[in-house]
C-alpha cells in the first residue's frame, strides 16, 4: 500500500468512570489507504465506536481522553491539533455518518438548508451554487425529487431517507475520509443494500477512503478491502478481507464468522461467553475466557503481540499460537487439542459500544 490517509498507531483512549478506569481503546494500530474501505468489526463493546470517535476528538472529555497513540492524517498528528484545526478539519476532510441520523439533523431547519450551511462552512461558494450541488447531492443519494424535497424538514423524511439525507450532509464538501458507524444497522435489509451500493458508488466518484464500523460481517463481506477486528478494546486480528474470511486465525474472528448464516453453526448462536469487564479486564489474552485453545500463556502478562499469519505481515493475528515456533494448526482447527480451562458460557453479549 502507498503511504496510508489515515495510519493508527497505538491509540489508548479511556473514560475516567466512577466503577474505575475504562480502557475502552487499549494499543490500537491500523492504516486506512486512499480510496480504500476498511471495515472495524466486534461486538456491541469492543470499543470500534471510540476508535472512529476518537480520530476527529469526537470523545466528550471528561471523561473521555485519549491517552496515548498517533492518529496520522494526511501527514499532520491530528492529537496534537487544537479545537480550532480539528472543528476545520471535521466536516470538510473528514466527514462522520451515524447510526441514527436523527443526530446530524437538527429538526427545526429544512434538509436544504442544513445541507447548505455544511457546504458554506468549509467551501468559498455562493448561496445559490451551495443549493445546486446539494440538490445533486440528494439525487445522487437517491432522494426522488430532490428539488422539491430540498425545502422539507428532516420529520417529513422516512428514516431510511433520513440516513440518505445525512450521506448527502456528509459527502457536501467531498471529504477525504467518511467514518460510518453502523450506518444502516437501522434500516431494513433492501434499503440497506441500496445504502451500501451507494457509498461504493459514491466512493469510486470522490476517491475517498471509508472507515466502516459495523457488528455486520455479511456487510464487510460486501464492502470491505480490509478488516480489523476488535475485542475488549484491542486488535484481535488486521488483514486483507479475503485473507480474514478464507483463513481466518484468531479463535474470535472464526467465532464470529461461524455466527454468520451458512458457515459453521450456521447463524444458529452468538458466540459463548460474554466480553470481560470494562474496568478490569482479564491479564494476558483478553479473550481466554471464551476461548476454547486457551493455554497457560495465554492467561498472564499482556495481549499477545500481532503476529503475521503464514509469514504474510499484512495479515496479522493477536495469538500465542502463533509465536515463532508455535503451532498455528491447533487454533486452525486442523487438529483437535484439549482444552485447559476455555469455558464457553452462554450469556447475553449485547452491551452499550462505548
Ligand atoms: S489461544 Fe490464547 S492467545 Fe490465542 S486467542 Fe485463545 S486465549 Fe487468546
Not at 424538514?153 to 450532509?169: D, I, T
Amino acid at each position: 500500500m502507498t503511504e496510508p490517509l489515515l495510519s493508527i498507531r497505538d491509540l489508548r483512549t479511556v473514560f475516567h468512570t466512577d466503577e474505575g478506569l475504562v480502557r475502552a481503546v487499549d494499543g490500537v494500530s491500523f492504516d486506512v489507504g486512499r480510496g480504500e474501505t476498511v471495515c472495524l468489526v466486534g461486538e456491541s463493546g469492543s470499543g470500534k465506536t471510540v476508535t472512529g470517535e476518537s480520530i476527529t476528538r469526537l470523545i466528550r472529555t471528561p471523561p473521555g481522553e485519549i491517552a496515548g497513540g498517533e492518529i496520522v492524517f494526511d501527514g499532520r498528528d491530528l492529537t496534537t491539533l487544537d479545537e480550532d484545526e480539528l472543528r476545520e478539519l471535521r466536516g470538510d476532510r473528514i466527514a462522520h455518518v451515524f447510526q441514527n441520523p436523527q443526530g446530524a439533523l437538527n429538526p427545526v431547519y429544512t434538509v436544504g438548508w442544513q445541507i447548505v450551511e455544511a457546504i458554506q462552512l468549509h467551501q468559498d461558494v455562493t448561496r445559490a451554487e451551495a443549493r445546486e450541488r446539494g440538490i445533486d447531492l440528494l439525487d445522487r443519494v437517491g432522494i426522488p425529487e430532490a428539488t422539491r424535497r430540498f425545502d422539507d424538514y428532516p420529520h417529513e423524511f422516512s428514516g431510511g431517507m433520513k440516513q440518505r439525507v445525512a450521506l448527502a450532509m456528509a459527502l457536501a464538501t467531498n471529504p477525504d475520509l467518511l467514518i460510518a458507524d453502523e450506518p444502516t444497522t437501522a434500516l431494513d435489509v433492501t434499503i440497506q443494500n441500496q445504502i451500501l451500493g451507494l457509498l461504493s458508488e459514491l466512493q469510486a466518484e470522490f476517491d475517498m477512503s471509508i472507515l466502516l464500523i459495523t457488528h455486520d460481517l455479511g456487510v464487510v463481506a460486501e464492502v470491505a478491502d480490509r478488516v480489523v477486528v476488535m475485542y475488549a478494546g484491542k486488535v484481535m486480528e488486521r488483514g486483507g478481507v479475503f485473507d480474514v474470511f478464507e483463513r481466518p486465525s484468531h479463535p474470535y474472528t472464526r467465532a464470529l464468522l461461524d455466527c454468520l448464516p451458512g458457515r459453521g453453526t450456521g447463524g444458529a448462536r452468538s458466540i459463548g461467553g460474554k466480553l470481560p469487564s470494562a474496568t478490569d479486564p482479564p491479564d494476558g489474552c483478553r479473550f481466554h475466557p471464551r476461548c476454547e485453545h486457551a493455554v497457560d500463556a495465554c492467561r498472564a502478562g499482556e495481549q499477545p503481540p500481532v503476529y503475521p499469519v503464514d509469514g504474510d505481515d499484512d495479515h496479522v493475528v493477536s495469538c500465542v499460537h502463533y509465536e515463532p515456533g508455535g503451532d498455528p494448526s491447533v487454533v486452525r482447527g486442523e487438529e483437535a487439542v484439549p482444552t485447559d480451562g476455555g469455558r464457553p458460557v452462554e450469556g447475553d453479549t449485547e452491551e452499550d459500544d462505548r
